[in-house]
Nanobody
Framework: QVQLVESGGGLVQPGGSLTLSCVTS????????MGWYRQPPGKQRELVVR???????NYADSAKGRFTLFRDDAKNALNLQMNSLQPNDTAVYYC?????????WGKGTLVIVSP
C-alpha cells in the first residue's frame, strides 16, 4: 500500500503563498496517478489538481492560474505551489495516489487563509 505524507500547511494572509509537499513511499513514476484534493470546512472533498502516468494534468477551475503542480522524483515528492491564496482556499489539503486500481490518501495538512 502506498504511503503518503503531506506537509507545508499553515496560516497565511490573503494574497500570500504556500507550498505543500507530499512524499510517497513509492517512486512516483510507478503510480497510475497522483494529486491533491482539499476539503473546506463543512464541505465535501474536491479535486485541486492531479496528473496521470499518461502525462495529463487536470486542474480544478479554482486552481487554474494560481496553483502549480510540480514533482521532485529524487525525493519521491509531489509539490503544490499555491499563490494568491484567498479565504475560500481554507481547507485540509490531502494527497492521493493511485496504483494498480488501489487509491490511498495521506492524513492531510491544514491551510488557513485569514487576515
Amino acid at each position: 500500500q502506498v504511503q503518503l505524507v503531506e506537509s507545508g500547511g499553515g496560516l497565511v494572509q490573503p494574497g500570500g503563498s504556500l507550498t505543500l509537499s507530499c512524499v510517497t513511499s513509492e517512486r512516483i513514476f510507478t503510480l497510475n496517478s497522483m494529486g491533491w484534493y482539499r476539503q473546506p470546512p463543512g464541505k465535501q472533498r474536491e479535486l485541486v489538481v492531479r496528473f496521470t502516468n499518461l502525462g495529463r494534468i487536470n486542474y480544478a477551475d479554482s486552481a487554474k492560474g494560481r496553483f502549480t503542480l510540480f514533482r521532485d522524483d529524487a525525493k519521491n515528492a509531489l509539490n503544490l505551489q499555491m499563490n494568491s491564496l484567498q479565504p475560500n482556499d481554507t481547507a485540509v489539503y490531502y494527497c492521493r495516489g493511485l496504483k494498480n486500481g488501489a487509491g490511498c490518501w495521506g492524513k492531510g495538512t491544514l491551510v488557513i487563509v485569514s487576515p
